[in-house]
């Protein structure tokens, strides 16, 4: 099991910034994407921002040049660095992590695709 723990969301006033933060503990194995996500109320979950092994990041175009996701390999954690915050990006913010373990000595291999239990994030004057 893969367990993620969120930190970070909160009310902030528009233009200001928030960080966010997702840990990731337990039967981690080889972490492949990190990514965050959101949801406002009566619309569907959107993919923010997502970052690879290897660094490679991409982007919602609404947060492109405002919004930086970073990752930890040694703390298994992910980071979203939030700037010029506008009401329109209120949402719950979920983490996600996606990767693979090995198991009975090797011989078996399982996928995750895990999820955080979302952190709200409120842009209001």
């Known amino acids: 099991q893969v367990q993620l723990v969120e930190s970070g969301g909160g009310l902030v006033q528009p233009g200001g910034s928030l960080r966010l933060s997702c840990a990731a503990s337990?039967?981690?194995?080889?972490?492949?994407?990190m990514g965050w996500y959101r949801q406002s109320p009566g619309k569907q979950r959107e993919l923010v921002a997502a970052?690879?092994?290897?660094?490679?990041?991409n982007y919602a175009d609404s947060v492109k040049g405002r919004y930086t996701i970073s990752r930890d390999n040694v703390k298994n954690t992910v980071y979203l660095q939030m700037n010029s915050l506008k009401p329109e990006d209120t949402a719950v913010y979920f983490c996600?992590?996606?990767?693979?373990?090995?198991?009975?000595?090797?011989?078996?291999?399982?996928?995750?695709?895990?999820w955080g239990q979302g952190t709200q994030v409120t842009v209001s004057s």
């Open positions: 970052v690879s092994a290897g660094g490679i990041t």
């Open positions: 996600n992590v996606k990767g693979d373990y090995y198991y009975q000595w090797g011989r078996q291999r399982r996928q995750y695709d895990s």
């Open positions: 337990g039967s981690i194995g080889s972490i492949s994407v």
